[in-house]
């Protein structure tokens, strides 16, 4: 995972060089340090946040994967989905789709694409909108309106955790410094103690600093960009096949409408445009009972 990964080098870099001084790795373990940092983080992240934020923070962290799901291979496959569907609709009309929508599972065409159908997500939108298509009760407008608002909601929603997570971050090195400030303050409150000893005390209550500012730049702050990059990738997803259905809403025929949920792609993950005309004439020529990817 590049979480592991970036965690891993994050710690070698840090304690590898603080070796290459002769530094010692017994001074860095403070307990003491890292009950008040940790402790004042966690009571900070409760106090700021409802219990829906928390819920959805603790949901979200362990489901966290390293690589990135919404590749150029689904958008692939997105694509195809979305020309079948379409085609279909523009040949038997849009009433031919109602029996795949209403359950894809039995769907020879949603079939052919089962990881598409385990994002339940991306389903849900996908086959909503496909059925007020079919309902012929709204114009391109409305639908265009309705879809802005859905993935406005979802963004809103999918960033409670990030925000939260961010504010912990944030938060770390200030807690850093009143770990060190307390630090401080025991060792020149203590009496009777000599410039000798003194010292030891000093260096102990700077790694408050140190393990506050580490914590935050180089543990939880990147965790909560990882996590708004995810939601980034799942939004071009649903924006994608907005913009599919939309171009489908006002006439033009399925090529081209997916060539318009195409374009929208990040320049990482989009195909170019012979790959998918390549793509969709190799899935048209296709029997609708093959499966695929």
């Known amino acids: 995972m590049l979480i592991l990964f970036g965690y891993v080098a994050v710690i070698a870099s840090v304690i590898g060089g603080y070796m290459m001084v002769g530094g010692h790795l017994a001074v860095l373990f403070q307990p003491a340090e890292i009950v008040i940092i940790c402790g004042a983080a966690v009571g900070a992240f409760i106090a ?55 359950d894809p599972a039995e769907s020879p065409l949603f079939t052919r694409y089962p990881k598409l159908m385990a994002d339940p997500l991306l389903m849900e939108f996908l086959t909503d909108y496909l059925r007020l298509m079919i ?52 060792a020149l409150g203590a009496e009777g103690l000599t410039p000798e000893e003194v010292g030891p005390l000093i260096a102990a209550a700077l790694v408050g600093t140190f393990l506050g500012i580490l914590l935050a730049y180089g543990f939880v702050t990147p965790l909560a960009t990882h996590i708004r990059h995810q939601i980034s990738e799942v939004e071009k997803m649903l924006q994608c096949i907005k913009v599919t259905l ?28 012979s790959e998918l005309e390549e793509h969709v004439r190799s899935v048209r020529s296709q029997p609708s009972g093959n499966s695929q990817g």
């Open 48 to 102: 700021s946040n409802n219990g829906t934020a928390i819920k959805a923070t603790l949901k979200v962290v362990p489901k966290l994967k390293g690589s990135v799901k919404y590749n150029k291979e689904l958008f692939m496959e997105l694509m195809a989905l979305l020309y079948l569907l379409l085609a279909k609709g523009r040949q038997e009309g849009m009433m031919a789709l109602e029996r795949d929508v209403e």
């Open 135 to 186: 309902s012929g009760n709204m114009d391109a407008f409305e639908i265009e309106s309705l879809m802005d608002h859905e993935i406005e909601t979802f963004q809103h929603e999918a960033e409670i955790p990030v925000n939260a997570i961010s504010g912990v971050g944030d938060g770390l090195p200030a807690f850093g410094i009143v770990a060190a400030v307390m630090g401080v303050v025991h």
């Open 246 to 273: 939309l171009a489908n809403l006002n006439g033009y025929a399925p090529p081209i409408a997916v060539e318009f949920g195409r374009k929208v792609l990040y320049s990482s993950e989009r195909p170019s445009f």
